[in-house]
């Protein structure tokens, strides 16, 4: 039987989990996910039935998209991904998982609320957060299965500013997630 673990970036992205599930909150960004993640999972102990659930906002970089999904690949997307390549080195700037509903989620740094960058983003992925390739990197080099649960906060433009008040309904539909899928078992 699978044992869940899930990770948020932020409280109040994890606010309505089920009570008794293990939770760790990272902080903001792939640098902060990648440690907390990294140091959760040395400290779990035998991961081989371990799923980590990476539960979290997202912006959609596609128009109309909204709701729950449940990301395929992540991507890095302030790396400078070919400039590495070129010299000879993998950058490991995608992470593609066992897992998921065919979207793809750029994940980086930047707190995207810039149209132009936007419609960079666009052309290669559905939405866009700031700690998945971090969780996903970690869990990948430690080989924990992983699964990525997002829910559109907003469209990744100026509106992306009213992220605090969509937190909150956001966190209730990721909570009703984690709550089905730990009576799923599977």
Not at 10 to 33: D, H, M
Not at 131 to 149: I, S
């Amino acid at each position: 039987m699978a044992a869940f673990l899930v990770v948020a970036a932020l409280r109040s992205e994890a606010a309505y989990l089920p009570e008794g599930v293990p939770v760790v909150i990272t902080g903001i960004g792939k640098t902060n996910a990648a440690i907390e993640t990294t140091r959760a999972l040395l400290a779990y102990g035998d991961t081989a039935d371990l799923i980590v659930l990476n539960v979290g906002t997202a912006g959609a970089l596609q128009d109309g998209l909204t709701g729950l999904h449940r990301p395929s690949s992540v991507l890095n997307h302030d790396l400078s991904a070919d400039a590495i390549r070129a010299l000879g080195i993998d950058p490991e700037e995608r992470v593609d998982l066992r897992t998921g509903d065919g979207t793809v989620l750029a994940s980086g740094d930047v707190f995207v609320s810039d149209p132009a960058v936007r419609a960079r983003l666009a052309q290669h992925a559905d939405l866009v957060d700031m700690e998945a390739y971090g969780v996903a990197l970690a869990c990948r080099r430690l080989g924990v299965d992983l699964e990525l649960v997002k829910h559109v906060s907003d469209n990744a433009d100026e509106g992306a500013f009213d992220w605090p008040s969509a937190v909150d309904a956001s966190a209730q539909v990721l909570g009703a997630w984690v709550t089905q899928r730990l009576g799923s078992g599977s």
